[in-house]
């Protein structure tokens, strides 16, 4: 039978405007990832697309509590993801931590995507892992102030993640060091590590480029980032770090030897009444968390010997580390707390108590002659103990030996009060919503002109800095690299950049310091 060539043109022209069809009607809110597909959301306005609560491992729960993250299961058909998944099990650590899922779990190990609406697969848009706070004990991916309403805009793709917390992710004990094939101690961080494998094999379906990721994060979160960048397991999972506020360098969230947790946290289970890893793992979460609240009892990454081989400051010392670009720095109030009622009496007692023989020297670079200089150097020296001596000595260390540019902030601009931060500072984690562009999330504070006009400023150096591994670009204020004369970024109202007139403080600093820890 001869079926003429008007027919077949026609079928053919048919078939072609049917592909062309299903192309344009193919859902962009439906994404193919290794374990099936999932099925979001648009927010902002429909300007970014969101894929929430995405299992990047199996649930850690069970026997599989206190062991490395295991693949997450596949699944058919679409799975819903326009809903947060829990946050980490972990107790009350700090009252402005507001979560936007229906409650904790140790079934945690989630993330969210977030990406500009018109991001095809393919793009190839640069990706910004998130590592969010908390004292490695609390926090998690949902808090408002992480949303990705608006980071995306500038052009890239968000990942914020959950990870163990506290005991749950960091707990040491001698049964677990013989089963946990080298991280015990630090099923948080293998928790970053999978997540960040997780994001290698499938952020190219969303418009990422798994080749271009930049790791970044906020106190524990910077922490995290520093320790990342000295860990075997996590080399080449990302290209790029951004540290705010915190690193690795000191006894604040101690990074301990193996033998030294294992006594300690030996001893821990056994106050509890556990016997055996066994009992551990069959106690109630809430029990266990009661226990270490009582308990007070503290839970950081140690040297494991497959996550981290030695503490980070050896790592870097010996050119180790991943040798990607750094933007990193802290906040000028950072220390506010220890300036509550200072007097220069009680100043200049404590410094004599403090450093003894050097108290002398110690005053002349946080002096405290009057009250209100007490309450200045107090502050001051707060939080270079607290957070920015250990951040200076990542910055400088990595730019010794990391052979990449360096670039370093001072977050200056003093918020107006607000429900948890009744004071006029530039306090500890103020900078993550001019970060992430939430500042509208912050209860009970007003947003002014200049906080939206630099929260659009950071928004823009830090997602420069994603695509380039250089935060400048036009209509930003010079930021220059951290080079031989330490020039630094003020981030303030005025922007302002020069070389660093601090460092006198640091190189007092060096020299030795009471331990500084929670």
């Known amino acids: 039978m001869q079926i003429g060539m008007g027919f077949l043109r026609a079928l053919a022209v048919s078939g072609l405007a049917l592909g062309m069809t299903l192309a344009v009607q193919a859902d962009p809110l439906t994404v193919k990832t290794e374990q099936g597909k999932v099925h979001g959301k648009t927010i902002n306005d429909g300007k970014v697309n969101a894929f929430l609560g995405l299992p990047y491992a199996a649930p850690p729960v069970g026997d599989m509590r206190w062991k490395e993250p295991a693949p997450a299961a596949k699944w058919k058909g679409e799975r819903d993801a326009t809903a947060f ?22 079934d945690c190990l989630f993330l969210n995507v977030y990406t500009p609406a018109d991001a095809k697969k393919g793009a190839k848009l640069p990706v910004m892992f998130w590592i969010h706070g ?40 001698s049964e677990l060091a013989k089963e946990a094939n080298g991280v015990a101690g630090n099923y948080g961080l293998a928790d970053m590590v999978a997540a960040l494998e997780w994001v290698k094999a499938n952020i190219n379906d969303f418009g990422g480029d798994k080749s271009n990721v930049t790791i970044f994060g906020e106190s524990a979160g910077s ?45 821990w289970m056994a106050s509890i009444g556990a ?83 050097r108290a002398d020297e110690f005053l002349k670079l946080y002096p405290g002659d009057t009250d209100e200089q007490a309450v ?31 670039y370093r902030y001072h977050f200056e601009l003093r918020a107006t009060p607000s429900k948890f931060h009744p004071g006029t500072w530039a306090f500890h984690s103020d900078d993550i919503e001019y970060v992430f562009g939430t500042l509208d999330t912050r209860p009970g504070w007003t947003v002014r002109p200049e906080d939206r006009k630099l929260s659009e400023q950071m928004m823009g150096y830090w997602t420069n800095f994603a695509k380039t591994g250089d935060p400048n670009g036009p209509g930003l204020p010079t930021w220059p690299k951290y080079d031989k004369d330490d020039s630094l970024i003020h981030l303030d109202s005025t922007i302002t950049s020069g070389p660093d007139t601090l460092r006198p403080r640091y190189e007092f600093l060096v020299k030795g310091m009471p331990s500084f820890r929670f």
Not at 234 to 244: M, R, T, Y
Not at 311 to 338: C, I
């Open 85 to 106: 998944g829990a946050h980490c099990a972990q107790g009350h650590v700090f009252d402005d931590m507001i979560f936007q899922d229906k409650g904790e779990s140790e």
């Open 134 to 173: 908390g004292g490695y004990s609390g926090g998690g991916s949902n808090e408002p102030r992480h949303n990705g309403d608006f980071l995306p805009l500038h052009g890239v793709v968000l990942v914020t993640i959950n990870y163990r917390l506290g005991v749950f992710g960091f707990l040491a004990t």
């Open 376 to 406: 200045e150097s107090s502050g001051a020296y707060g939080g270079d103990a607290f957070i920015a001596f250990s951040t200076w000595k990542w910055l400088e260390a990595h730019r010794k030996t990391g052979d990449s540019p360096v």
């Open 275 to 357: 016997n055996s890893l066994a009992d551990l793992r069959a106690m109630p979460a809430d029990k266990i968390l009661a226990a270490v609240a009582k308990a007070r009892a503290g839970f950081a990454p140690t040297v494991d010997g497959r996550i981290l081989v030695e503490p980070p400051p050896a790592t870097y010392a010996a050119g180790k580390q991943a040798h990607v670009p750094l933007l990193a720095g802290w906040n000028r109030d950072e220390g506010s707390f220890l300036s509550n009622g200072m007097t220069a009496a009680k100043w200049k007692g404590m410094a004599a108590g403090m450093f003894k023989d």
């Open 223 to 267: 922490f995290a980032v520093s320790t990342l960048m000295a860990s075997p397991a996590a080399q080449g999972l990302f290209a790029k770090a951004i540290g705010e506020s915190g690193g690795a360098f000191s006894d604040v969230l101690p990074t301990d030897t193996l033998d030294a947790r294992l006594k300690k946290d030996d001893k």
